[in-house]
């Protein structure tokens, strides 16, 4: 009874945080309100049992977790933001086909730089500031993917001079991301490098990963959170599951990274194909699959990355991060089926 009570406060608590979303936290309350008045009153669950066949209490509550679990992750891939696949080419492919109308002007490049933002407007200025102050040696241009952004997110980025290309609607990071690496295709430049609008990464690494591609021959280059710096904070939660994947992507492959789900990389131009991913949201394990799979010579290079000071992480709400974990099984399929 007690741990019911206590339950149904924690989820009140999350919910008014706005980790969890009003369907999941229904659900719970339901649940545990029932197994609170089955506290007060053993006779209902008896009789349930009685009817069921189960065999004692313990195995009906197991059974009726998992079954909500299930429920929630189902109805959670079948919404996917209430958007079908079909739809996700339809706002793509506009988007893509209103990009290529204005890139006459655009000259050839060596490397492009690919930001996925959603309503970063507090940061995708300073970002890009960032960007345009480093000497590089090469010729760049600076690719925004405006992900359904509500914000001034769309003008900050114009207003700094880098090139736009717009979802109609949210349609995920992962979708950002495959958008930006579709749109290099346009301009064919010899490297293509993504960095998060977040301000979290430091572009200084840029350079770092240039060379690694251009003088030392490698495919796929990884900033790694993890081989240098020990004071990366992370949750609990985040940092297991990180760990978890990276040594699962490591075993399935013979990669020898520490950050797989690092969303700071460069690949060179030639090999996006590679890893060009089927995945419309998590993508991090399919892309390093890909990459092992079709024998990219791949590395990470120590970055530092600083605590973010706005927004929120995709896997802030907890249904996100159990719909991430489903996610990483369809990814393994996507890639050995």
Same mark, same amino acid.
């Given at each position: +009874?007690?741990? $019911?009570?206590?339950?149904?406060?924690?989820?009140?608590?999350?919910?008014?945080?706005?980790?969890?979303?009003?369907?999941?936290? =229904?659900? +719970? +309350?339901?649940?545990?309100?029932?197994?609170?008045?089955?506290?007060?009153?053993?006779?209902?669950?008896?009789?349930?049992?009685?009817?069921?066949? %189960?065999?004692?209490?313990?195995?009906?509550?197991?059974? $009726?977790?998992?079954?909500? @679990?299930?429920?929630?992750?189902?109805?959670?891939?079948?919404?996917?933001?209430?958007?079908?696949?079909?739809? !996700?080419?339809?706002?793509?492919?506009?988007?893509?086909?209103?990009?290529?109308?204005?890139?006459?002007?655009?000259?050839?490049?060596?490397?492009?730089?690919?930001?996925?933002?959603?309503?970063?407007?507090?940061?995708?200025?300073?970002?890009?500031? &960032?960007?345009?102050?480093?000497?590089?040696?090469?010729?760049?241009?600076?690719?925004?993917?405006?992900?359904?952004?509500?914000?001034?997110?769309?003008?900050?980025?114009?207003?700094?001079?880098?090139?736009?290309?717009?979802?109609?609607?949210? %349609?995920?990071?992962?979708?950002?991301?495959?958008?930006?690496?579709?749109?290099?295709?346009?301009?064919?430049?010899?490297?293509?490098?993504? =960095?998060? #609008?977040?301000?979290?990464?430091?572009?200084?690494?840029?350079?770092?990963?240039?060379? &690694?591609?251009?003088?030392?021959? !490698?495919?796929?280059?990884? #900033?790694?959170?993890?081989?240098?710096?020990?004071?990366?904070?992370?949750?609990?939660?985040?940092?297991?599951?990180?760990?978890?994947?990276?040594?699962?992507?490591?075993? +399935?492959?013979?990669?020898?990274?520490?950050?797989?789900?690092?969303?700071?990389?460069?690949?060179?131009?030639? &090999?996006?194909?590679?890893?060009?991913? %089927?995945?419309?949201?998590?993508?991090?394990?399919?892309?390093?699959?890909? #990459?092992?799979?079709?024998?990219?010579?791949?590395?990470?290079?120590?970055?530092?990355?600083? @605590?973010?000071?706005?927004?929120?992480?995709?896997?802030?709400?907890?249904?996100?991060?159990?719909?991430?974990? !489903?996610?990483? %099984?369809?990814?393994?399929?996507?890639?050995?089926?």
């Amino acid at each position: +009874m007690m741990i $019911s009570v206590v339950l149904i406060i924690l989820l009140t608590k999350i919910r008014f945080s706005g980790r969890i979303g009003n369907q999941f936290f =229904i659900i +719970m +309350m339901i649940f545990w309100s029932g197994v609170f008045a089955i506290s007060l009153n053993p006779r209902i669950l008896d009789s349930v049992l009685n009817n069921t066949g %189960l065999v004692n209490r313990s195995q009906f509550l197991l059974i $009726s977790s998992i079954l909500i @679990i299930l429920y929630l992750l189902l109805i959670q891939v079948l919404r996917n933001k209430g958007l079908s696949s079909r739809i !996700y080419n339809v706002i793509r492919e506009t988007a893509l086909s209103n990009f290529k109308q204005v890139l006459d002007q655009v000259p050839s490049i060596d490397v492009l730089i690919i930001i996925a933002a959603k309503n970063e407007s507090k940061t995708i200025g300073k970002v890009l500031e &960032k960007i345009k102050s480093l000497e590089l040696d090469c010729s760049y241009r600076i690719l925004v993917v405006n992900d359904g952004s509500t914000d001034d997110t769309a003008l900050i980025s114009e207003n700094h001079k880098a090139l736009l290309i717009s979802h109609g609607t949210n %349609l995920g990071v992962g979708a950002a991301i495959k958008t930006g690496f579709l749109a290099s295709k346009f301009l064919k430049p010899k490297i293509v490098i993504n =960095i998060d #609008a977040d301000d979290q990464h430091d572009p200084n690494d840029i350079p770092k990963i240039i060379s &690694k591609i251009q003088d030392e021959n !490698y495919d796929l280059v990884y #900033a790694s959170r993890f081989l240098q710096q020990t004071d990366y904070e992370q949750s609990v939660t985040r940092k297991i599951g990180n760990k978890f994947y990276t040594n699962l992507v490591n075993k +399935m492959t013979k990669l020898q990274l520490t950050d797989v789900t690092s969303g700071y990389r460069g690949v060179r131009f030639e &090999k996006l194909n590679s890893i060009l991913f %089927l995945s419309e949201s998590n993508f991090a394990i399919e892309l390093a699959l890909r #990459a092992a799979k079709n024998n990219l010579k791949v590395v990470e290079i120590p970055t530092k990355t600083s @605590i973010r000071e706005h927004g929120k992480s995709q896997l802030f709400k907890i249904e996100n991060f159990i719909i991430y974990n !489903y996610n990483v %099984l369809r990814q393994i399929i996507n890639v050995y089926n």
